[in-house]
């Protein structure tokens, strides 16, 4: 599946100093780039840092009083849709460095708060069964609603207020992996089909010894998105993080199916 990524954000910054910018798709296996092109406007000093893993890139810059940027690409996505419930749990000894260390808490996504809730619910399940049955329990248990959530918000929030938007659904989902002992990340990433089409966040778990990416909004398959970057939650994949505050005068995402 072939998408063209139109990216347009300005802000006008309280004061000079530095920003964080996470927008591009990255370069990595299961999707193929072309035709891209970024444009951030005058900034005094520009640098790329790579990103958590190893997978895509941070563009950390010095600016005056504005952030603004335009970015375009179009995308091959080749990875192939997993079949979730043929996928087996690996047992925590036999895990990896880059799967041990998700599954852990961390700021958004509490999920020593679930044990018991996910043995209960899901204890009778194991691997791509019981990562599924839960993706459907979020769907299910959440509405999707614009403006109810914020920068504090946890996975424990939304398990609670029974709402939010793409980055709590997947750090409600998340929370539970983790708590059923399956490594899970979070993943910033693009999809032709979300609605309001903006930045889009879902969860990526290990599994039979890889990572796949997993929607709980169900907005978005494994091979319909472009992926951008991972981490441990929204704080390590913001597309932007300004030291001086920061003040939205526009932002546009439009993601364009072509076949």
Known sequence: MRMKIDVALDYRLAAPGAAILVV??????GQVLSDTRIDVKSPSHLARVTAEEGIGERLVMRLEDRMACTYSAIVEVTRQRPDMAALQAVEVEHMPA?????????????????????????????????VAAMRDWVEGHLDYVAGVSDGNTTAADTYLDARGVCRDYAHLLIALCRAGQIPARIASV???????????????????GEWHLVDATGMAEADEMALVAVGRDATDVAFLTTIPAAE???????????G
Do not use: W
Request: charged share 25%; glycine share 6%; aromatic share 12%.
């Open 24 to 29: 591009e798709a990255a370069g990595v296996a």
């Open 98 to 130: 880059d799967a041990l260390r998700y599954l852990l808490p961390s700021r958004y996504c509490e999920s020593d708060r679930f044990a018991n809730f996910v043995a209960s619910r899901f204890g009778m399940l194991t691997g791509g069964a019981k």
């Open 190 to 208: 693009y999809a032709p089909d979300v609605e309001p089409q903006d930045f889009h966040a879902v969860a990526e778990v290990f599994l039979s």
């Open 248 to 258: 939205l005068r526009t932002q546009t995402v439009k993601v364009t199916r072509l």
